[in-house]
């Protein structure tokens, strides 16, 4: 009933359900939390003893788990009846970009959405509060509603008592970093236009949000909000990254534009970090719908000026991979390039859309071998990410255990990821290990260019070759 919510769902165990849900479980104490999914490894993994095993690594999410599950915190796979016994369901399954059909390659593909608006509808009972956590097209509030209504009204007709409120609840955490944003979000925003139901969810993040950083909007805002939020961040990395480029052939310093334009409070000095480009599996997709939407409502000027964001971002891994080949003399063949790095960034294991992928692609094209290390990715992973390789072609493309072994006899060094422990890499080791002349890629600028300087090692920073 609503005002006495109890039972939590949430409709996908992934990044985003996963760690949003354990922090829900850990500050609400009196309601009973459980996250479902079809994946029933994901739903071993997240209940497996033991806790490396989790299917999500982010720093302070296995004490969570371990202080709240089998207590308030559940996983499960059992969709139907947990839905029966909810009062409130988010729904935080993905939403990529459509591979095929109308809007192929831009617009958002609504069908893990829709399949469990539908499985909702079909066993919610009573009054149900139904969340959209996931990132999607402004409008599809206005869907879900109507898949509510419609197949309860076919399905279950003698069940009067259904009754559906469709709030829009965007998350905002960002990898690695998610359970201190979850815990200290910047904001919580709500959509919707029902007052008690509004209320609901209310209520339940001021249990640790100040109720000054929970807004309420219309629903359609809401759901804008979110999509331009991310365009706008993908939009900063990608003007440094332009002015990245710059710098290298003017000989300014990138960090120190950086610091200088970032240090008028106007502008700030966040997401102003240049790069190998942004990764992850919401800045693109999200970008690319905002794209579709501008073309659907005619704004086509609107649709170009994002898509510049996303070209630049191709753009610089392109010439990343580039300029690798280039300082080799030209030529790959029968040469070892360690990699520092396959995540999209520092502190997760996620790898979708990472930069990796596309410079690692494009070096192997060159016949580079290659080797690469990665503190939390699996060997398993980053071979996924290269499904049309032959395999024969994957021998050329391995996986490392440490900075060291990716230095052992090869002929560069391609730093990639932002993790803390590749800025205290011993480079005299390094310089013994490879074979000269040995090159080091620093395309997230974090060495300390003077202990490479105690090395024979040649090296290059991304926007900065003074
Ligand atoms: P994810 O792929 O990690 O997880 C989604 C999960 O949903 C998967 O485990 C999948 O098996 C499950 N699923 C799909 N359909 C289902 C169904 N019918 N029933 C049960 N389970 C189902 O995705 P994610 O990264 O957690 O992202 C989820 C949403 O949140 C996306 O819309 C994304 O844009 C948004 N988002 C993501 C992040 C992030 O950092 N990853 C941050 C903010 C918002
Ligand atoms: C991003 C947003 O920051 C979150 O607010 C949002 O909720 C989330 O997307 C989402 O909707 O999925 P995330 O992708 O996890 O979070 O990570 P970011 O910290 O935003 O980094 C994205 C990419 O930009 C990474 O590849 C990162 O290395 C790159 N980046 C970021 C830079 O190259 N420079 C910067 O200064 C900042």
Known sequence: MLNEIKNICCIGAGYVGGPSMAVIADKCPYLKVTVVDLDQTKINN?????????????????????????EN???????????????????????PTKTTGLGAGEASDLKYIESSARQVAKHARGETIVVEKST???????????????????????????????????????????????????RVLIGGDNEKAINCLHKIYSNWVPPEKIIT???????????????????????INSISALCEVTGANISEVSKAVGMDNRIGKEFLKPGPGFGGSCFKKDILNLIYISKFYGLSEVASYWKSVLELNSWQQERIAKIIVTKLFGNLSNKKIGILGFSFKANTNDTRESPAISICKDLLEEGANILIFDPKVSEEKIYNEFPNLASNKKLNLNSSKSVYESANGSDAIVILTDWEEFKDIDWSKVDNLMRSPSWIFDCRNIINNREIEKTNLNLWQLGNNS
Request: aromatic share 10%; proline share 4%.
């Open 46 to 70: 997240w209940n497996d003893s033991n806790l490396e095993k989790l299917p999500v690594y982010e720093p302070g999410l296995k004490e969570i788990i371990k202080r709240r599950r089998g």
């Open 73 to 95: 915190l559940f996983f499960s796979t059992d969709i139907n009846n947990v839905i029966s016994s909810s009062d409130m369901i988010f729904l935080s399954v993905n939403t």
């Open 136 to 186: 999607i097209p402004v409008k599809t509030a206005e869907t879900i509603q109507n898949i509510l209504v419609t197949s309860k009204n076919k399905l279950d007709s003698n069940d009067n008592n259904k009754i559906f409120y469709v709030l829009s609840n965007p998350e905002f955490l960002a990898e690695g970093t998610a359970i201190s944003d979850l815990y200290n979000p910047s």
């Open 217 to 239: 909007t219309n629903i359609w805002s809401s759901e804008l909000s979110k999509l331009t939020a991310n365009a706008f961040l993908a939009q900063r990395v990608s003007s």
